[in-house]
Structures are given as structure tokens and as C-alpha cells.
């Protein structure tokens, strides 16, 4: 479990700032009429605003490369063979 939060914690970090936002959104902007699909009700906005963290925060996030992913493979069909 330790292992899970060090691994995502940039997008749970994302996700917790996203949905503080949205709510804060939807309590000092939202739609006072009710015709507003998503400003309208918080519940929607917490989803919406955790979302758009999620998407904001995962592009700071670091990936593997194709072009790690290819080496690594290499280097074990290698060991593979030399074991041969």
C-alpha cells in the first residue's frame, strides 16, 4: 500500500486539489437557478473538479518512454539468450 501511494501520489494529490476546487467553485460561483447541468449541484462539481486535477496534475507526472520500455525488453530477450 505504501508502495501505491509513493508510486501515484502526484494524481491523488491532483485528484484531493481538484475536488476542493470544484466545491469552492460551485460554493462562491455556482449556478443559483438550478439550470446550470453541472455548476448546479456540488456533487457534480467535486466530480468535475477532481477530473480536471486528475488530467492537470498527471501531465507533471513522470512516464516511462516507449524508447526505455523497447530497451528494457532488449536487454531481457539478451539475458534470456545468454542463459541459453
Avoid at 449556478?31 to 486528475?54: F, Q
Wanted: with cysteine; glycine share 8%.
Amino acid at each position: 500500500m505504501k508502495n501505491f501511494f509513493l508510486k501515484h501520489w502526484l494524481k491523488i494529490a491532483g485528484i484531493t486539489v481538484g475536488a476542493l476546487a470544484g466545491y469552492l467553485y460551485y460554493y462562491y460561483v455556482g449556478c443559483v437557478s438550478g439550470t446550470c447541468p453541472i455548476t448546479s449541484n456540488p456533487y457534480r462539481m467535486l466530480i468535475y473538479g477532481a477530473l480536471l486535477g486528475y488530467l492537470l496534475f498527471d501531465m507533471f507526472s513522470q512516464k516511462n518512454s516507449p524508447k526505455k520500455v523497447i530497451e528494457t525488453t532488449e536487454n531481457q530477450e539478451e539475458e534470456k539468450n545468454n542463459k541459453l
